[in-house]
Every structure is written in C-alpha cells, then in structure tokens.
C-alpha cells in the first residue's frame, strides 16, 4: 500500500465525539482501515488533539500499516 487517506468529522453527533477514518482504495473501492472516536471537549492541555491522533497513527504504523504518503480531508489539529 503507498497511500490512506484520512476523513474527519466533528459535532455532527449528538455526543460530540469526532469520528475519524484511516482508509485505503483496493480495486477502485476504499475501504475503511481503522476508526478512531475522540472526546476532548473536557481535556485541559494543550495540543489534545494532535497528540491522540499522534499515537493512534503510531499504533496504525506498529500494527504494520506504512503507506508511503497520507491524504487528510477535514482534519483539524
């Protein structure tokens, strides 16, 4: 695999969780990889977001996923 890409969501469901999706294209189809539900609305430090997207794409690599390029749609760091 050489690219993902990357969607998010935010405030579009009643908990206001952001719902956000690793996926791959396989035979002109994408394919969800790996979702990711996050809560940071009561978290008080600074740079919240980045650093659990960070380690959720560090688990996405240790799991073996190593694209060689990532596509972001909507992220907001």
């Not at 009561?42 to 688990?59: C, M, P, S, Y």
Request: aromatic letters at 12%.
């Amino acid at each position: 695999m050489t690219e993902v890409f990357i969607d998010s969501t935010f405030g579009t469901n009643k908990h206001g969780y952001e719902v956000h999706c690793v996926l791959a294209e396989y035979d002109l189809v994408l394919l969800p990889l790996s979702y990711l539900f996050l809560d940071t609305r009561r978290v008080k430090e600074d740079g919240k977001r980045g650093i659990r997207l960070t380690r959720w794409f560090a688990a996405l690599r240790g799991a073996g996923l190593n694209q060689r390029s990532a596509h972001g749609q909507g992220l907001r760091w």
